[in-house]
Every structure is written in C-alpha cells, then in structure tokens.
C-alpha cells in the first residue's frame, strides 16, 4: 500500500492519512521512514515540485496504533491546528478491542499518569506523586465479538503519554495485543487493536466544522459495522 492509498482528506492545507500499525508518524531513534516524511515524498513526486515540501505534524498516534493521522501542508495550517489541539478544540475518537467488559458499560476515567521514560510506559499514580498529569477520557461498550471480545468507543479529551492503553489496563481491559499493558498475547502483525477511527475539528482557513473517519476492516469485520 502507498501513500496515496492512505489518503483520506487533502485540501491546500491539510492532509490526513489512514496510518498503518508499524508506521511511525515522526522521525525517532530508530531512524525508520517517517510517515511526515513519506507524504513529502509523495507529494514532491506526484505534484513535481522542485523544492521542498512542507508537511508537519498536528498530533501523533503510537506506532503499534492504526487510523488517522493529520497533517498540516502550510506553516500557518500548523500553528492554527495545533492552538486547536492545545485548546481541545479538536474531537478524538478511537475503537479499542478489550477482552474483558469494564466495569460499567458507559463512563469517565480519571487518572493521574507518571510516564517511565526507559521503560517508555506510562502508569496511575496518586495525585500530587512529582510529574503526575491528569488523563481524562470518556468510554462506551458498544459491541461483542463472537469471541466475546468488546469494543469500547474512546472519546479521548487529554492527551497523555499511552493514555488510552495505561488507563483501559488500569480498570481491568487492556487493549488486544497490547503486552506492554497487559495483554496475554501479541497481535500477529505486532499491532495492537487500537484504532482511531474520527476527528473533528474546525478548519483552521475556511473556518467549517470537518469530520474525517478511518476504516479499519479487521475490526469492522470483527464486531459487523457495515459502515462508520
């Protein structure tokens, strides 16, 4: 699959891609192809641009995660889109397949998290603990597998260190494939099953409420959602 099989919006400002597992959306230690960096070469070749190609990055999703990912294609798109995303003037949601039923099948979380940085994971900690920051997100159970696993639609209103994934393992559901946080075994590809399926936000030139929406066949299939 190619770049241009991931797009799911471009206009003259932004661009939002459908990432895969395994892409990373920012250039790391690792020194693997960046997803920012894919899309300038993408963009460089299919619009025979001379020069270089601007492309920077709104948010991030974690490598082992799937699904939308925006991106700016002008400087002033950037600082506009971010101001958004600092503000939470810009709405996440994200599938997350759990084996275990929370506890309630609709409710708040609030924890505070510490991030360990050599262990890169994140933890719940008593408020006050040094370097603690507050994690917020709303959650619903709307669905069974066959296998009897559960899907939990994640409206995520802060943005924390594997926030999602600390905070589901906390109340006993961590996220399918997800060893780090619990999980009793991998995902065959190495993904885990977290996916972000929607963001909304309001266009930072035109000033119009936009919605984008990333399908994810395997958990469309999974729990039989025909369509987002």
């Known amino acids: ?33 960046c997803l920012a960096d894919l899309v300038k070469d993408y963009i460089k070749e299919r619009d025979h641009k001379p020069g270089q190609v601007y492309c920077g990055v709104i948010h991030r999703l974690d490598r082992p995660v799937s699904g939308v990912v925006l991106l700016a294609k002008t400087s002033k798109a950037l600082s506009r889109m971010v101001e958004l995303v600092r503000t939470r003037n810009f709405e996440k949601h994200y599938w997350a397949v759990v084996k275990n039923a929370p506890p309630q099948p609709a409710g708040m979380l609030e924890n505070w998290l510490v991030k360990v940085e050599e262990r890169n994971k994140s933890y719940v900690v008593s408020n006050g603990q040094a370097r603690a920051k507050l994690a917020r997100l709303e959650y619903r159970d709307i669905a069974v597998s066959d296998g009897g696993y559960h899907l939990l639609d994640i409206n995520l209103h802060t943005g924390r260190h594997h926030q999602i994934r600390c905070q589901l393992a906390n109340i006993g559901c961590p996220i399918k494939g997800d060893l780090k946080y619990g999980a009793e075994r991998s995902n065959p590809d190495g993904s885990i099953s977290l996916h972000a399926y929607s963001i909304t936000f309001e266009h930072p030139v035109r000033h119009e409420p936009v919605t984008i929406t990333a399908p994810n066949p395997e958990i469309q299939h999974m729990f039989n959602i025909v369509s987002l």
Do not use: F
Not at 7 to 14: G, K, P, Q, R
Not at 15 to 22: Q, W
């Open 1 to 33: 699959m190619t770049i241009g099989d991931q797009i799911l919006y471009e206009d003259n400002h932004l661009m939002a891609i459908n990432k895969l597992p395994g892409q990373i959306t920012q250039g790391d230690k690792t020194g693997d192809p």
